[in-house]
């Protein structure tokens, strides 16, 4: 954990790093947005950020919004009221920590951090078998290729071979190779100088100076242009890179953790990937199986979640009974962890007492799971019919949109999970979406609330 802390307040920030630093966070302290700024830009990286109230926090989001890093920012005051705290919130902050510092709060704040992306919660045979494969590499600095459906854990599984290697003490850090537009992701991973392009308005530490020593996260490779792969092959071979703009090579010493949700051995057969990259990147692969095949880990990930949404939203702590446990063995969850995180944390608020029962696991249109595969099949032969009568006279183009559309509502607005279910590349889903949104057509934007009504 990386922890960094901008102003002073008199001394209580001093206090809390104290805290965080026996907590076993690394910490570093600025006295401003600027040089808060300056140093991300430095390539010193930081998992969250703890800021005085009295800053502008707003200004600092918008600022970290525009150099595209992803940093949860928690706002701390001394004495603050209500109002403070609200502001603050609305500014952009996650969270609001009351000065002087309270050691469990703190301690509390990171763990949630730093287990976002490192607990690793299974008990199935099956995913026994990756974990020990993944333990048994994790020391070496061999590339590693993780392969497996969308909301699966990838990123969870890099996290923990982080975790587990000889680099565990340097830093992690994740680039997602889809969610960055093309003509940006070279610089966003090796960084560029000042004036190398418009908007470049000072020099910009890259992912892999940011990584160096520990380990860098490529997630979703297989989205990345063909033209920069060969750029990235040569860092990756030759251990340095060049900034965009710079004019000398820089060395570096990272490891390389790769995910994919599709076989890209197809996707070098489509032309779209490089084996050579695939060679390089392939040293050794954890599959990890769509969570309809780990029937074990579907009823330890759903008491996990119930515990943890109970705790969240100040509930006591809600059982699962074994009427709603034989409704989420026989889903199919194509959208795997993610999706059944999502049914628990739905089901939490919405169950009746202490208890989740049957009733309360509700799909994100707000219709019950299956209680059996029979139930399954009518309810999906009964929609069919319903919809091939529907789509008689209807435009092909007309179709197309309107199923696009109701998967992204589907999945919250998450685009690769939205691109996984229709079975296109993120790339094409983003130019469908530019088109209907060109065509003044309202598209879901990402962590949006669904239009589906959800039965109570």
């Known amino acids: 954990m990386r922890l960094l802390i901008i102003g002073s307040l008199n001394g209580q ?15 570093s302290q600025v006295d401003d947005i600027e040089m808060a700024m300056a140093s991300l830009r430095a390539g010193k990286g930081a998992d969250m950020a703890m800021i005085d109230v009295n800053l502008p926090i707003k200004n600092l989001i918008l600022m970290l919004s525009s150099e595209r890093i992803n940093l949860p920012v928690i ?90 290697s000889n680099r565990a ?118 599959k990890i199986p769509p969570l309809r095949q780990r029937p074990v880990d579907i009823e330890v990930l759903s008491r996990h979640f119930a515990k943890k949404y109970s705790e969240s939203n100040g509930l006591t702590e809600r059982n699962i009974d074994e009427s709603a446990l034989a409704r989420l063995k026989t889903n199919p969850w194509k959208g795997n962890v993610r999706e059944l995180e999502n049914t628990i944390h739905r089901a939490v608020l919405l169950c009746q007492g202490d208890t989740i029962t049957g009733d309360a696991i509700l799909m994100p249109d707000g219709s019950a799971a299956p209680t059996n595969s029979t139930e399954s099949v009518v309810a999906n032969s009964s929609s069919s019919a319903t919809s091939d009568n529907s789509l008689v006279g209807r435009k092909v183009a007309d179709v197309e ?42 598209v879901p934007s990402a962590g949006s609330e669904q239009r589906y009504p959800v039965r109570a």
């Open 75 to 164: 706002a701390c005051g001394v004495n603050a009221d209500a109002t403070t705290a609200a502001n603050a919130i609305r500014a952009g902050a996650k969270e609001f920590l009351p000065l002087p510092p309270d050691p469990e709060l703190i301690a509390a704040v990171l763990e949630a951090v730093s287990q976002e992306n490192n607990k690793l919660v299974f008990a199935d045979p099956m995913m026994k078998d990756v974990v020990a494969l993944a333990e048994q590499i994790a020391p070496s600095s061999a590339s590693v290729l993780i392969n497996g459906e969308t909301g699966t854990g990838k990123e969870v599984m890099a996290s923990y071979l982080h975790s587990h």
């Open 401 to 442: 949109k309107d199923l696009i559309l109701n998967t992204l509502d589907h999945c919250f607005g998450n685009r690769t999970h939205a691109a996984n279910i229709l079975g296109i590349s993120i790339r094409t889903l983003r130019n469908k979406l530019k088109l209907y949104s060109d065509d003044g057509i309202e």
């Open 13 to 27: 920030i001093g206090a809390a790093s104290q805290i965080a630093i026996s907590r076993g966070a690394k910490v």
């Open 169 to 286: 003490d340097k830093p992690f850090v994740c680039v997602n190779c889809a969610a960055i537009p093309e003509n940006l992701l070279e610089s966003e991973l090796f960084g560029h100088e000042k004036g190398a392009f418009t908007g470049a308005i000072a020099r910009r530490i890259g992912k892999f100076e940011e990584a160096n020593g520990g380990t860098l996260l490529l997630d979703e490779i297989s989205e990345m242009d063909i033209q920069l792969q060969a750029k990235l092959l040569r860092a990756i071979q030759e251990k340095t890179i060049d900034r965009v703009g710079g004019t000398k090579p820089v060395p570096v010493d990272i490891r390389i953790i790769a995910t994919s949700n599709r076989d890209l051995a197809e996707a070098v057969a489509e032309k779209i990937f490089r084996e050579d990259l695939l060679f390089r990147l392939n040293v050794v692969t954890l």
